[in-house]
Each structure stands twice: as C-alpha cells, then as structure tokens.
C-alpha cells in the first residue's frame, strides 16, 4: 500500500491526491506493458517512478491474509447461487492469500469452480490467458458462452480491460472510498464495463431483479 505525505510542504506542490493519480497511471501503464512481475515488483515499479513528483512514505507492505472480506460479499453471492447462477472464483492474489480469504468468501455456500490463475502460481498478470481460461472453463462445466459469463471486479484495468476486450459483459465494483473506485482509475480504463454497481449487495440486486 502507498501512503502519500499529506503533512508539511510537498516538492513541487503535489497533493496526495496528485500522487495517488500518478502511482495509479504508472501501475496501470506498468501492468499493461510487463505480464511477468510478481504483484509486489509491480507496487515497488509504480512507486519508484513517483520519487520525482513529492514526498512519499516508504511501502508499508501488509500481509494480503489480513485483509478483511466486504460485509456483503459472502451473503450475495450465495444469492445469486441460490437464484441459479454460477460462481467461479479468479483469484488475483498468491495462493497463501486466497486460502486464507476463501472461508471468509464461502459464506454458507461454496465456490462452483475455480480457476487456477498465474496469480496463484506466483506471477501477477494482466495478460489474457486467466480469462481466456475462465471462458474455456465455463464452456466446459457449464456449456456457457462468452457473452453468458459476468466477470465481476474492483479491479478496473486488471479484470474489466481484459475480459471486456475477449467479449465478456463485465461489472465494475467501485466501493465508495475504495481505491479501486477512484475517479482516477476510472479516468484511465481504456475500455468501460457493461455496468458499474457500488457493492455486491447491490448486483444481486440487480442480477436477480433481471431473472
């Protein structure tokens, strides 16, 4: 995580926000460009170029298994199981993290499949290949057609890019206050989801309002 100074006076006046617009467009520009750096080489990448725009803190690196799940995520999907719809999980973290947030996911129901992305063989990627995956994946288990899969995501130019541009509708989750949400993230997205929801609660909502 990158935490700009906001306190004293900052080199060249960039506010915090400035620096956040910049460490965004640079991992952006970074992951499009290089789909072999572990996650971690890509945070120190983006950050490394923002050391001429002001003051900033060093990473605070903080274990991924610590995070704690959105409220809503567990029982919202579970909804939309329980309404007929498939759940597949595209992990973009390492596998220690993801087994470690899986049960906190798996809210009284269990994941319909899995795929097994380069994420959690230790490379993270913006390429292609998880999603071409995900949609051989779906096509096989449950005869799905691309345009019959929703790639739902916080992560705008990771997920919503690639799975757009391989012809998949896609849903963007921009959590209010949310990194991934930002005004500046959204200002970068080469391509637009299918829709934009403010929470997971809020696309069962809609998902089963369209049954």
């Keep these: 995580m990158l935490y700009p100074r906001t306190e004293g006076k900052q080199r060249d006046g960039h506010l915090a926000m400035d620096l956040l617009r910049r460490y ?55 909804k939309l199981q329980t309404k007929g719809y498939r759940i597949v999980a595209l992990p973009n973290v390492d596998r220690s993290t993801f087994t470690a947030i899986r049960p906190l996911l798996e809210d009284g129901f269990q994941f319909d499949a899995i795929v097994d992305t380069p994420s959690v063989r230790g490379i993270f990627t913006q390429d292609e290949d998880p999603y071409k995956d995900t949609i051989r994946l779906c096509g096989d288990k449950f005869h799905a057609t691309p345009k019959q899969i ?40 080469v391509t637009k989801p299918t829709f934009t929801v403010g929470s997971l609660e809020e696309l069962s909502e809609v998902l089963v309002g369209n049954i």
């Design 150 to 189: 929703l790639m739902v995501s916080t992560g705008g130019y990771r997920c919503i890019e690639p799975s757009t541009l391989l012809g998949t509708p896609t849903a963007w989750v921009r959590r209010d206050g949310s990194l991934e949400g930002s005004e500046q993230l959204a200002e970068i997205l």
């Design 24 to 78: 965004l467009e640079q991992e952006a520009k970074t992951i499009r460009s290089n789909t072999t750096l572990t996650y971690f080489d890509l945070v120190e990448s983006a950050r490394l170029s923002l050391l001429d725009a002001g003051q900033i803190h060093p990473l605070t690196k903080v274990r991924a298994p610590r995070w704690k799940v959105w409220p809503d995520a567990g029982t919202a999907l579970k």
